[in-house]
């Protein structure tokens, strides 16, 4: 693997000092040019590690390194240069009154020269499939395209990690796959790593790995075949149709929720492979 990469050593975080803790000793590593699929039930702690990762939190104890630097309230700017953020919304993250703006926005706040600006809204229009855009206005688009210039607005910065939290989660099937093809055919162009936070099993199966979360600790860690490993071989020693909706309940506990309930085995295993 290269030698990018974003590491959380023993990570424990809590929101204040008389709450519980909602991350306990988590550790993990996000490869260079790596697919991570992050799940887990709500309030296993998702969120609050995508935020920790970009320097929006910090956590009590333990470690967040990218690129071997610490993520310190002193090196945050560095750091959100090179993590990027796509959150559900897009509404709350439109902040100008013209695509343009918007996508310039980011940048601004990175201090990047006019010149360079004008080139990156152009370049990272295009790679979302939004060129001509630039003049319309955010609110008007569709939910699609409002998270296409979101996404936009993030690569113009340039970063090396994109992490999008549920960013998907407001379109139906059609627009969520579109965006998933776009935002994999810039990973392999740019060289990028992704961390995505979802609920979409299609998402996790074309992961390059996926950890699942439960009550803020690492549940399991692994590709996603090894994840449905054990519920294939159920299948495999012949069990009947009343198996598939208790297996569904079974990886819904997993925080795993099928994106629908299949009918029958043979539409199961395409809904996980
Ligand atoms: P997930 O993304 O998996 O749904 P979160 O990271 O959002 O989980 O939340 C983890 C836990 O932290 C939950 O118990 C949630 O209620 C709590 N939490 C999240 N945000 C805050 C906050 N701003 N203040 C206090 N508690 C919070």
Do not use: C
């Amino acid at each position: 693997m290269g030698n990018t990469q974003i590491e959380f050593r023993n990570v424990s975080f809590r929101y204040q000092e008389d709450m519980p803790w909602v991350l306990k000793d988590v550790s993990f590593t996000i490869y260079n040019n790596e697919w991570v699929a992050m799940i887990g039930h709500n309030g296993s702690g998702k969120s609050t590690i995508a935020k920790l990762m970009n320097g929006l939190l910090f956590p009590q104890e333990g470690e967040i390194l990218v690129d071997g630097q610490p993520v310190t309230a002193s090196t945050v700017w560095d750091i959100r240069r090179k993590v990027g953020m796509v959150f559900q919304n897009p509404d709350n993250q439109f902040v100008g009154t013209t695509v343009r703006d918007d996508v310039a926005f980011g940048m601004e706040n990175h201090g990047m020269a006019r010149d360079l600006m004008l080139e990156r809204i152009t370049e990272s229009l295009e790679a979302v499939g939004m060129n001509g855009y630039e003049r319309h206005e955010p609110h008007r688009l569709s939910g699609g395209q409002k998270q296409r210039v979101a996404i936009a607005s993030v690569l113009a910065v340039s970063p090396q990690y994109i992490i999008l939290d549920e960013a998907t989660a407001m379109l139906d099937p059609k627009g969520r796959k579109e965006i998933m093809e776009t935002i994999r055919e810039v990973q392999s162009e740019r060289d990028l790593s992704l961390i995505t936070i979802t609920h979409d099993l299609l998402e996790v199966t074309q992961a390059d790995r996926v950890i699942v979360m439960n009550k803020g600790e690492i549940w399991m860690e692994g590709t996603p075949r090894e994840l449905f490993t054990k519920k294939k071989q159920l299948i495999e020693i012949g069990l009947d149709t009343p198996f598939v909706s208790k297996l569904a309940d079974e990886l819904k506990d997993a925080g795993l929720p099928l994106t629908r309930e299949p009918l029958n085995h043979q539409e199961l295993l395409e809904e996980l492979w």
